[in-house]
């Protein structure tokens, strides 16, 4: 299990900026929006995470348990490990082809939240480098977190 997001490696950082000057409406809806179990923004496609997913990759952890933005609590494939509520709230999980972490930072401007997404991972073997080629040559994580961020937008705009 991943306990420090700085031992994997980088993949990318996808940002947005959110038109909210305090960074806890911003923090409430990235709780809201990572308590679903459906990806918002992308249609009737569930988080690769839930479901028969889960249970063909093996994720760990498998449930979910607690509020998503307190330290300690589980989502499908991750555990928050960190969570600094209105500047950075790091996940952690791993399944048979992969260790990984994603991390949400928080900054404040003036009249605005940047909102930024990083992900971590190790894809070891064969297998892992295949999945890799599914999950990150395909984009598919680019459109899986691009649209976490835009719906995260949204709902902090509407508060």
């Known amino acids: 299990m991943v306990t420090s997001t700085e031992e994997l490696p980088h993949i990318d950082e996808h940002t947005t ?11 409430s ?8 179990s459906r990806v ?3 249609g ?3 988080i690769p995470t839930t479901g028969y997913g889960a ?10 348990s607690g509020d998503p933005l307190l330290a300690g609590s589980t ?3 991750f555990t928050v490990i960190r969570a600094e509520p209105g500047k950075e709230l790091a996940l952690a ?21 940047t909102l930024s997404a990083e992900t971590r991972a190790e894809f070891p073997g064969v297998s892992g480098r295949v999945y890799r080629g599914l999950v990150i040559g395909t ?3 680019v459109l899986v977190v691009r649209a976490l961020l835009r719906a995260t937008r949204r709902r902090a705009e509407r508060r």
């Open 55 to 64: 249970r063909l990759l093996r994720v760990h952890p498998g449930t979910r």
């Open 44 to 46: 009737r496609s569930r």
């Open 40 to 42: 918002p923004g992308l």
């Open 75 to 77: 989502l499908p494939g």
């Open 139 to 141: 984009h598919g994580h």
């Open 93 to 113: 999980g791993h399944h048979r082809f992969s260790s990984y972490a994603l991390i949400f930072r928080l900054i404040a401007g003036e009249h605005r939240t």
């Open 17 to 27: 900026t959110i038109r909210v000057d305090d960074p806890g409406p911003v923090w």
């Open 29 to 36: 809806a990235l709780g809201d929006v990572l308590g679903r």
